[in-house]
């Protein structure tokens, strides 16, 4: 059975910094692209980033909103997925979900979201 | 960027109706259209990718279709576990979006 499991959320102050996990298992992780996605309290999904396998050489996308302050990291040898966040504003509370991008077929369009994390809520406030 | 419009952003139906939810992408996105639904307090669950295709062990009452830039979601024979917060998602180009949401309630 699949399972992503994150942690690491928490209170932290503007300006702050924290490091979000996500332990995977139940499939081959180094085999699979991981995202992260985030919810903002009663609002809608937003796509923070992705990192690639060692094939794409973990290469790394991000939103606009979080580039240059969020850095999404993976250890292959322990099925772990990470979101380092620096330079937290409070527009970044919401609750974090790891989540596995499924590829159907060859291309890079042909993928879903086939499994979600519970997610781990981020709050930034004073 | 691609933005993804949704519409209607909330809508009341009654058990056994037929309601219909639009995406509209800001370009063409050929069928590279998700559909994800998010009942209260849980996680998303996928229903439909490649705008059509219907993800295994979703009910049948759920359909999509469309492809370029205008995408639809129908769900028919309304059930009271269809009451949900439903989303579109373009898989066609980084960074990936969705659209705002619709959120349905069974009367």
């Known amino acids: 059975e699949v399972q992503l499991v994150e942690s690491g959320g928490g209170l932290v102050q503007p300006g702050g910094s924290l490091r979000l996990s996500c332990a995977a298992s139940?499939?081959?992780?180094?085999?699979?692209?991981m995202d992260w996605v985030r919810q903002a309290p009663g609002k809608g999904l937003e796509w923070v980033g992705r990192v690639r396998d060692s094939r794409n050489t973990y290469t790394t996308e991000y939103a606009a909103s979080v580039r240059g302050r969020f850095t999404i990291s993976r250890d292959d040898s322990k099925n772990s997925l990470y979101l380092q966040m620096n330079s937290l504003k409070t527009e970044d509370t919401a609750v974090y979900y790891c989540?596995?991008?499924?590829?159907?077929?060859?291309?890079?369009?042909?993928?879903?979201?086939?499994?979600w994390g519970q997610g781990t809520l981020v709050t930034v406030s004073s | 960027d691609i933005q993804v419009t949704q519409s209607p952003s909330s809508l009341s139906a009654s058990l056994g109706d037929t309601v219909t939810i639009t995406c509209r992408a800001s370009?063409?996105?050929?069928?590279?259209l998700t559909w994800y639904q998010q009942r209260p307090g849980k996680v998303p669950r996928l229903l439909i990718y490649a705008a059509s295709s219907l993800q295994s062990g979703v009910p049948s009452r759920f359909s999509g279709s469309g492809s370029g830039t205008d995408f639809t979601l129908t769900i028919s024979s309304l059930q009271p576990e269809d009451s949900a917060t439903y989303y579109c998602?373009?898989?066609?180009?980084?960074?990936?979006?969705f659209g705002q949401g619709t959120r349905l309630e069974i009367k």
């Open positions: 139940g499939f081959t992780f180094s085999a699979h692209f």
């Open positions: 998602q373009q898989a066609y180009s980084l960074p990936l979006t």
């Open positions: 370009q063409d996105i050929s069928n590279y």
């Open positions: 989540v596995r991008p499924y590829y159907y077929g060859s291309g890079s369009h042909y993928f879903y979201f086939d499994y």
